[in-house]
């Protein structure tokens, strides 16, 4: 599977933005469709994931509440629409798509397609 980011830019503290990530190629059974973050000198953490055939979907406790994931079959399409964004927010987002066990959906090493990354900016 093929990804492509975009979407991030600079906002203010307590603004929004929607990020998208474009898929090509066949997802089936149980894919996940998720996004990570990374900042300079930190691991890649994990944000949120969809499994695309239930629609269920999974948060990061600094997500819930305030980050969505969504998908558009149509346009292949996943989202991630943030709100109330924080300073804390800022990083490098990822989108990512595999199929790791449901003990595992949290961990970026079980996804095996990845986009480039798009840069959110949280300003104070």
């Known amino acids: 599977v093929q990804l492509q980011a975009s979407g991030g830019g600079l906002v203010q503290a307590g603004g929004s933005l929607r990020l998208s990530c474009a898929t090509s190629g066949s997802t089936f059974g149980d894919y996940y469709m998720g996004w990570f973050r990374q900042s300079p000198g930190k691991e890649r953490e994990f944000v949120a994931t969809m499994n695309l055939g239930s629609r269920r979907t999974y948060y990061a406790d600094s997500a819930k509440g305030r980050f969505t994931i969504s998908k558009d079959n149509a346009k292949k399409t996943v989202y991630l629409q943030m709100d109330s964004l924080r300073p804390e927010d800022t990083s490098v987002y990822y989108c990512?798509?595999?199929?790791?066990?449901?003990?595992?959906?949290?961990?970026?090493?079980?996804?095996?397609?990845w986009g480039q990354g798009t840069l959110v900016t949280v300003s104070s």
């Open positions: 990512a798509a595999g199929r790791p066990i449901l003990s595992y959906i949290r961990e970026s090493t079980y996804y095996r397609d």
